[in-house]
């Protein structure tokens, strides 16, 4: 079991080239995050997935783009890199909700740096 | 809005001392908090939870949490620290999303450094 794994962990882009950010879980999860991670700021919330097909959201959405065309996967796009995107990137998932509140796994991280 | 807060951006403590990491909370609601840890150059690991029951909350590496409704705190604690504890610590509680599903706030961190 790999868990949640990241590709690719470190990358540097210069302003106005994009990139894809993919993140796999085998775990058979229902909901996928992605977060990025700022010094000061603790993790924010970019965007989420709750099933195959279906993305919202975050906290911090403006300048990403996201897809969940499979259940394992949840890609983070780029379009247009700033340096403010200069961040490490976090994916996670969990279980569907039933209840209780289920645990969030996260991927070790992608550490970005955009000149 | 949910959030909760972490005054302390750094705790030093020696090793075989208690140790403290604070967080305070600000919901609507029962609180669902949580602490996670973060290793240098790793992805976030789940330590404990508080939802209903107990306050005190054990969970994993020998940490333990207090819940505090009076004083809307979830403190993290370990009787004894250990140097392999130095890492940062992450608070956050529940939210829910327009699907009706959950997601975490996180505070900003607080940096643990045991010396030896």
């Known amino acids: 079991n790999a868990g949640v794994t990241q590709t690719p962990k470190f990358r540097v882009l210069k302003t106005g080239q994009s990139m894809t950010l993919l993140c796999a879980q085998d775990?058979?999860?229902?909901?996928m995050y992605w977060y990025r991670q700022d010094p000061g700021m603790g993790l924010r919330l970019i965007h989420y997935s709750v099933g195959e097909g279906t993305t919202a959201k975050g906290e911090v959405p403006d300048g990403y783009n996201v897809s969940r065309l499979k259940k394992q996967n949840f890609l983070l796009g780029l379009e247009s890199a700033a340096p403010s995107q200069t961040s490490v990137y976090f994916c996670?998932?969990?279980?569907?909700?039933?209840?209780?509140?289920?645990?969030?796994?996260f991927g070790p991280g992608t550490r970005l740096t955009v000149l | 809005a949910q959030s909760v807060a972490q005054p302390e951006d750094q705790v030093n403590v020696a090793e075989g001392n208690p140790l403290t990491v604070k967080c305070t909370y600000s919901?609507?609601?029962?609180?669902?908090l949580f602490w996670y840890v973060q290793y240098p150059n790793r992805g976030l690991q789940f330590l404990l939870k508080y939802i209903t029951g107990d306050n005190l909350v054990k969970g994993s590496y020998g940490f333990e949490a207090e819940f505090n409704k009076s004083q809307t705190s979830f403190h993290l604690k370990k009787p004894s620290a250990l140097v392999s504890d130095s890492a940062l610590y992450f608070c956050a509680v529940r939210d829910r999303t327009p699907y009706n599903t959950d997601k975490l706030i996180f505070g900003t961190g607080t940096r643990l450094q045991v010396f030896p």
């Open positions: 996670a998932s969990s279980r569907r909700t039933s209840g209780s509140y289920n645990e969030q796994f």
């Open positions: 919901v609507s609601g029962n609180p669902y």
């Open positions: 775990m058979n999860h229902e909901y």
